[in-house]
């Protein structure tokens, strides 16, 4: 498994994977036709040129297109993560692999100290995989201000949050290597 640059030429193969009904209503953006999809992805490579997000296409071990990562309202070192992967591959790990590649390239290669995750109470899912995640807490009572934004209009989100110390921290006790250490080129 791989991160690398959106690319409008997956869009096809993402279109397809993102439209299923175990994906389609916890994707943050929603599209009603492949060419609104082809749009948004031009609209995301844009941004991150920008520098208001940073968004990664994930690949499986073929090179094929699995579903997407991306760090969404970057705003003082800390944003939103966003994560969808097909249901194709649903259980087989591409989610933790992908996190993990996603916060080294953020918090070792990039400007990032926290990463949020905000995560629908009916997600069961999502909310499994995340606290799964050795160096995700759950940050509902840590950050009140902020998990009170998010639930503006009900309770309906739980908050995560993932800390480059927190991470790093993780990467060292399991003698993870990071990208720099794997010598990693951007893609």
Same mark, same amino acid.
């Given at each position: 498994?791989?991160?690398?640059?959106?690319?409008?030429?997956?869009?096809? =193969?993402?279109? &397809?994977?993102?439209?299923?009904?175990?994906?389609?209503?916890? =994707?943050?953006?929603? =599209? @009603? @036709? +492949?060419?609104?999809?082809? #749009?948004?992805?031009?609209?995301?490579?844009?941004?991150?040129?920008?520098?208001?997000?940073? @968004?990664?296409?994930?690949?499986?071990?073929?090179?094929?297109?699995?579903?997407?990562?991306?760090?969404?309202? !970057?705003?003082?070192?800390?944003?939103?993560?966003?994560?969808? %992967?097909?249901?194709?591959?649903?259980?087989?790990? *591409?989610?933790?692999?992908?996190?993990?590649? $996603? #916060?080294?390239?953020?918090? $070792?290669?990039?400007? %990032?100290?926290?990463?949020?995750?905000?995560?629908?109470?009916? /997600? !069961?899912? @999502?909310?499994?995989?995340?606290?799964?995640?050795? +160096?995700?807490?759950?940050?509902?009572?840590?950050?009140?201000?902020?998990?009170?934004? %998010? /639930?503006?209009?009900? &309770?309906?989100?739980?908050?995560?949050?993932?800390?480059?110390?927190?991470?790093?921290? *993780?990467?060292?006790?399991?003698?993870?290597?990071?990208?720099?250490?794997?010598?990693?080129?951007?893609?």
């Amino acid at each position: 498994m791989t991160l690398k640059k959106r690319d409008v030429a997956d869009c096809h =193969v993402m279109y &397809d994977l993102l439209i299923d009904p175990a994906v389609f209503p916890f =994707v943050r953006q929603k =599209v @009603s @036709s +492949y060419d609104e999809f082809v #749009f948004l992805t031009k609209q995301t490579i844009e941004a991150e040129e920008r520098g208001e997000l940073i @968004s990664r296409t994930i690949v499986d071990e073929w090179g094929a297109p699995i579903g997407a990562i991306t760090l969404y309202d !970057i705003e003082n070192g800390s944003g939103f993560l966003g994560t969808w %992967i097909g249901k194709p591959y649903f259980g087989k790990g *591409y989610n933790k692999l992908a996190k993990e590649a $996603f #916060f080294s390239e953020l918090f $070792f290669s990039g400007d %990032i100290q926290t990463v949020f995750m905000r995560i629908r109470k009916e /997600n !069961i899912r @999502s909310t499994m995989a995340a606290q799964k995640l050795p +160096y995700c807490s759950l940050a509902n009572e840590l950050r009140p201000d902020l998990y009170r934004m %998010i /639930n503006q209009s009900g &309770d309906h989100y739980h908050l995560f949050q993932i800390e480059k110390d927190q991470y790093h921290l *993780y990467m060292m006790r399991t003698a993870q290597p990071t990208l720099d250490e794997l010598g990693a080129k951007e893609a």
